[in-house]
């Protein structure tokens, strides 16, 4: 079975359909999808999806595109979500959080300062609790990185990653998994494509990022999580291997990277 590593299940295109789009994925054999928060607003949204989808689990925190608005009173709302969800099966982690780098606003003085103290924050919140962290690294890897080291979370995801093969290899060097979707299906990615190509299978997840980043073949439509057993397929395309080879790679990679997540299949056993 696949699993999505992120998808926005309660995103506005998804409409009042997240709980079909949901099963409309587990239909086409994905076992899990981790339903990602962006902000203290939709905490309850993507908890009370994994509480009545099977197939969902989520993580809770603060996007960077969500800073701006946010304020400091969130972080240690953050904080008490997670210590609460904790007791939680359904719950694997922190994110969406990281840098923004490419959104003109963020790129403001005042605005990459607030962006660098909640990222710090949130790594912080993912150590003390011994959780992984799915990160945002748009124009951004180099920065996120010098917070890593800084503040050593347990695991993560550099999620719908593009850097350079020496950052992708400092990324592994902290423990990290790469997150590739549907930006590798579009044959003028080339740099995507060289990494999800030369990179050692073993460090690779896949996602969907749904409703947005659609593959070649839907673009410019509305992704969903459905989706994911062809990007798996395009993937083994691009490595020259059997699906099934890259099947349980992807999956192996994915418990190893979200330790709550193997635990919960676990249990589900």
Request: charged letters at 20%; a negative charge; aromatic letters at 6%.
């Amino acid at each position: 079975m696949w699993i999505d590593t992120h998808c926005h299940l309660d995103a506005a295109e998804f409409g009042a359909g997240s709980l079909d789009v949901a099963a409309q994925a587990a239909g086409a054999g994905v076992s899990t999808i981790v339903a990602m928060a962006v902000d203290v607003g939709n905490f309850e949204a993507v908890s009370s999806l994994a509480a009545r989808a099977p197939n969902v689990t989520y993580a809770l925190g603060i996007h960077p595109i969500c800073v701006p608005q946010a304020r400091d009173d969130d972080l240690a709302l953050l904080r008490g979500a997670v210590e609460a969800a904790l007791a939680d099966p359904n719950f694997v982690g922190v994110g969406e959080i990281g840098l923004d780098f490419f959104i003109p606003l963020l790129c403001e003085p005042e605005m990459r300062a607030k962006q660098e103290r909640f990222l710090r924050e949130q790594l912080r919140i993912a150590r003390d609790f011994d959780l992984p962290v799915f990160m945002h690294v748009r124009r951004s890897q180099d920065q996120v990185l010098k917070h890593l080291r800084q503040i050593r979370p347990a695991a993560g995801i550099a999620h719908a990653f593009n850097g350079s093969f020496q950052q992708a290899q400092n990324f592994i060097d902290l423990g990290f998994h790469l997150g590739f979707g549907g930006a590798m299906t579009f044959t003028r990615a080339l740099q995507i494509r060289r990494l999800a190509t030369e990179l050692p299978l073993s460090v690779i997840v896949l996602e969907t990022d749904a409703p947005d980043i659609a593959p070649s073949w839907i673009h410019p439509g509305r992704n969903s999580p459905d989706q994911l057993p062809a990007i798996g397929g395009a993937l083994a395309g691009l490595r020259g291997v059997e699906l099934d080879e890259v099947r349980a790679a992807v999956h192996r990679n994915t418990l190893a990277a979200i330790p709550r997540l193997a635990a919960r299949q676990a249990l589900d056993k």
